[in-house]
């Protein structure tokens, strides 16, 4: 999986409250029971209840290998808490212990038994399941509380996102709007200067970004780069491929917060890109609780979602 650097991470640092992303709908709104968990929700295509055949052998052969090979694990799924079953596409693992992913002694631990998984559909042929949200809680045992708090997290986001309306009293709107409408006009550099304008707007852009970027236009320049802020970076540039308007703003909100739903900033399909925006639409709905978010003290643009 790519871009491993753009992990969810809780950080201690600076608080902001962000501008919420609609107001209107802030009374009617109920906030996430559990924050990580709705992160972690928007994030997912997929969200399955079933057993895991881990081939044990190979898993830790591998595992001692510098580089591994991916596995392919097989699913039998019981039922769908979210989403579309993959039904016989088996998930695929790096069996390299890395916090950004359930851990090989995990994966040991609950093969066979009943698990959530937490999934994320690849842009391939054929199609691939990864663990999604770039976090080791993607794989959880199917006890009952942990299964209720999942489906009640379902049902809030579903609701959420049938309410959802564009608020053009955001901070930054009209900007926003406006540097949005040239992208698919402009190619080259000048491409390039509007999506680091819109970075560089930072984090009270966040919800107008978010509230414009269904945005299907095909960009005229299909690379961007934008500024590697970790300090353990190899180089100065993260480089996408995206090939419409709404893959270019899925990159530029990665950069600000360093979080991700859904992998379309090298392109998508349709269904990718319509994920993505759901899961961004949902974030920026839960501004309106007014949780804190922490910019990690690392020089990095990540922010985290914290409790109040």
Known sequence: MAQRNTLLTIAFGLSIVLATSDSAFASSRPCPADAKLATLLAASDTVLIGKMDVPEKRLREEALKPLPEYLDIPIDVESIVKGASPTSEPVRFYPKDAPYQPSNS?????????AILFLTRANSDPVRFYFAGYTPDALKLADDRTVSAIHAEVARQEKILAS?????????????????????QVSDDRQQRVFDQLEALGETAVPAIIAQMDDRRPLRTQAISLKNHALDAF?????????????????VLNQITGLSFGSIANGGTKDQRDAAIRGWRVFAADLDCKKRFSIAPTGSSRLSLLGS
Do not use: C, S
């Open 106 to 114: 995990t994966m040991l631990d609950f093969a066979g038994k009943p």
């Open 164 to 184: 959802w309306r564009t608020n053009d009293k955001l901070p930054h709107f009209a900007e926003v709007g406006a540097l949005i409408a040239r992208l698919g």
């Open 235 to 251: 180089e100065g540039k993260r480089h996408y491929g995206p090939n419409q308007v709404v893959d270019g703003l899925a990159a």
